[in-house]
């Protein structure tokens, strides 16, 4: 990995695609994704201070919660996402249960960032809307919902 340079000095980075790796093994390669992330609920808490005519507002954080993770690619003759969501439909929830990671590359497939998800499962698949008389690209969308995210580089 590169040195890390400040925000004034240093160029953002450039991401040209992502790969999850779930169980430890490159499951796949995607061209975008999203929900990388985490969020606090907020709990507004009134106030009222002595001498003060109107309560103080004050914004504390709540429960914490993830996005879920939003994946697209080309479809592909892969079943690897597919045999993964069908434990889930079969009720197989704990099997399906595992941590993973959604890895950054840019243009030299050189890793540039990491997210670590923990006790991940897919809670979607969507196959492409195709048209006989189009020549775009099939997308297949992948949902993964998990118990935490974090980057870890």
């Known amino acids: 990995m590169p040195a890390t340079k400040d925000a004034l000095t240093g160029d953002p980075m450039i991401a040209a695609h992502f790969a999850v790796e779930v169980g430890s093994v490159i499951s796949g390669y995607f061209t975008e994704a999203s929900g990388l992330g985490s969020e606090s609920e907020v709990i ?13 507002i004050r914004k504390i954080p709540g429960r914490l919660k993830w996005g879920d993770i939003v994946l697209k690619r080309g479809i592909t003759a892969s079943m690897d996402f597919y045999d993964w969501r069908k434990q889930v439909e079969q009720g197989k929830v ?19 960032a990491r997210w670590n998800f923990v006790k991940g499962w897919p809670s979607k698949i969507t196959g492409p809307s195709v ?17 935490g995210i974090k980057r870890v580089t």
């Not at 009222?48 to 309560?55: I, L, S, Y």
């Not at 249960?97 to 890793?111: A, H, K, N, P, V």
């Not at 048209?131 to 118990?147: A, M």
């Open 44 to 56: 507004e808490h009134k106030i009222m201070a002595k001498g003060v005519k109107e309560p103080i």
């Open 94 to 112: 704990d099997a399906a249960r595992m941590d993973g990671s959604i890895i950054m590359y840019d243009q030299t497939l050189t890793e540039i």
């Open 131 to 147: 048209k006989s008389d189009g020549n775009e690209v099939g997308i297949e969308e992948l949902t993964i919902v998990h118990e």
